[in-house]
């Protein structure tokens, strides 16, 4: 049955700003008590395999490159951990990004619960708000 | 007075880091416990109130100190 209380996203680009915008978002809607399922694919998920070179290829613009100079942001990475401690959150990784780069769960920070289709995203989110990032 | 309030300092950290700091305070300790956030960052003063309201718990001030704002917040449930 669809949340009124649920936020989705889909997190689709490389760019730091709206990974950190998802993250945030995350987070604090989670402390709310929103259910948040986040559904990483494009060019967004190479931006959370474990290895840096890869993980590199984020792109930051003026604010982004502020903010990581600034030593007073939290990571990306902190925030979804930290949106997950409190609530209900759900990552996902694109398993078509996944078959293409013929990556594994193991290959991907510890965010993800699990890899998904779009199908099975849709069917998910159904009646509930969602955002494309 | 001063001993049974819990200072949250999240001065030089960015939205959203001292409310989530804040949070992580509130999990932690008993209903009735007030905490008091530091934050060196204005976006902080005017969200973590916002913050507080939504999620049922008492503003008790919120203040300028210099460069830092005081936001006292009494956790209820």
């Known amino acids: 049955m669809p949340n009124p209380q649920a936020i989705n996203m889909m997190l689709l680009s490389n760019d730091y700003a709206k990974i950190q915008a998802v993250a945030m978002l995350t987070a604090v809607g989670s402390s709310y008590g929103k259910s948040i399922k986040i559904f990483v694919s494009m060019e967004a998920l190479p931006a959370f395999h474990k290895d840096a070179a890869i993980a590199s290829t984020i792109a930051k613009g003026p604010v982004a490159r502020k903010i990581v100079e600034s030593g007073g942001a939290t990571s990306f990475l902190d925030l979804f951990r930290q949106g997950k401690e409190l609530g209900d959150v759900k990552v996902y990784a694109c398993s078509m990004v996944m078959d293409l780069y013929h990556w594994s769960l193991d290959d991907m920070v510890d965010i993800f619960d699990d890899t998904l289709g779009v199908a099975a995203f849709l069917g998910m989110v159904e009646g509930e708000t969602t955002f494309p990032m | ?77």
């Open chain 2, 1 to 77: 007075m001063a001993d049974s309030v819990k200072i949250v300092d999240g001065r030089n950290s960015f939205c959203p880091g001292p409310l989530m700091e804040l949070i992580k305070g509130i999990r932690q300790e008993p209903v009735g416990t007030v905490f008091e956030v530091w934050s060196s960052d204005a976006g902080s003063a005017k969200d973590i109130p916002e913050w507080v309201r939504r999620a049922g718990h008492e503003l008790i001030s919120n203040t300028q100190d210099g460069d830092v704002f005081k936001i006292q917040v009494k956790k209820l449930k």
